[in-house]
């Protein structure tokens, strides 16, 4: 088997299981906080942590380099951390426009969303939970799997830096099955994916997500038990919102802050991998060659048809949240 075939099929299994553990967990009958926390943590820690984990050891895709060096698990340069802090609080804030303009295509083509109560914080211990299973779980988990084995199921091919960057986030965006947020997704996976590229790393990736996750879900504490964070979040929406120009500079401006934050930050970590292969071989030479060894690379049959596959698993559910939402 090729590494290109070995790392699709950890990627294919890791997706075939969440589709099924999502068919499951739709016909459990549990409160949508018990639910959301018992799926999150079977999903995220199961099937796109333990999973990948158990079959990279198994058929050794990289038998010299462990799993976490192989997916990028490397910590980055101080600034490169506090810089995506930022981005993620940034893209919390992009993503609250897109999310509206998502919406409303949506519902103007006569889609109906499904009525959920949602998360109930009924206490302290609710918000941590939440932080917990749909913040630092997904950031942590969905990274190693969407942009770790993914990303290196796609290098072994001989894909491009941007054939990677849209096929990961194409593959974000439909992984979550639901229409309402495929757009979304897919904008922060462009986002997360350049940055996965660019520096080899899915340090930076993992803290926009968390970042993003997790102002979510302080929003929503917030707004239930009155905390002052809801009138951050209130000023902020309000001045995005005040009139279509407004929105349209948070949404253009928003983007082109965090395009020139993921600059910087694959620009630092460049210089760092340069200065580090420079100690290590005395010469500067390019990521894919240093990191894998070889140079050239192609696809085989195999590895395209497993993405396929996973293509048209996860573009098949998210066609059917839509088709659903359109039949109500």
């Not at 075939?5 to 949508?32: C, E, H, M, P």
């Not at 509206?100 to 941590?128: H, K």
């Not at 630092?136 to 290098?155: K, N, S, Y």
């Not at 098949?316 to 949240?321: E, P, R, W």
Request: proline share 3%.
């Amino acid at each position: 088997m090729t590494k290109s075939f070995k790392w699709s099929a950890i990627y294919l299994a890791s997706l075939t299981a969440l589709v099924v553990a999502r068919l499951i967990f739709g016909f459990i009958n549990l409160s949508d906080n018990l639910s959301g926390w018992l799926f999150s943590t079977v999903m995220q820690c199961g099937f796109m942590g333990l999973m990948p984990f158990v079959m990279y050891a198994a058929i050794k895709p990289k038998p010299t380099v462990k799993f976490s060096r192989a997916v990028g698990l490397g910590m980055p340069d101080i600034v490169v951390i506090l810089l995506s802090v930022v981005a993620g609080a940034l893209m919390f804030l992009v993503n609250i426009v897109v999310s509206s303009l998502s919406n409303a295509v949506w519902t103007a083509v006569g889609y109906t969303s499904v009525n959920s109560s949602g998360v109930i914080y009924s206490g302290v211990e609710v918000f941590v939970l939440e932080a917990v299973t749909g913040s630092l779980m997904p950031a942590v988990f969905e990274e190693i799997t969407h942009r770790g084995v993914l990303r290196e199921a796609l290098d072994e091919m001989g894909v491009g830096s941007f054939g990677k960057v849209m096929i990961m986030a194409l593959f974000f965006g439909l992984g979550h099955q639901n229409i309402t947020q495929f757009i979304p997704t897919f904008v922060v996976g462009i986002v997360i994916s350049a940055l996965a590229v660019g520096t080899g790393s899915l340090i930076p990736g993992m803290i926009i997500h968390f970042m993003n996750n997790f102002l979510i879900t302080l929003t929503n504490f917030s707004l239930q038990w009155g905390l002052p964070f809801q009138y951050v979040y209130a000023l902020l929406t309000n001045l995005m919102f005040t009139s279509n120009l407004t929105l349209a500079l948070s949404l253009v401006g928003g983007l082109a802050v965090i395009g020139a934050l993921v600059y910087e930050i694959n620009r630092i970590e460049r210089y760092r991998k340069r200065a580090r292969e420079r100690r290590e071989s005395g010469y500067p030479c390019n990521y894919d060659v240093c990191a894998n060894g070889e140079g050239a690379k192609r696809a085989d049959l195999g590895s395209v048809l497993m993405l396929v596959i996973g293509l048209l698993v996860t573009a098949g559910g998210t066609v059917f949240t839509l088709v659903w939402g359109l039949a109500r």
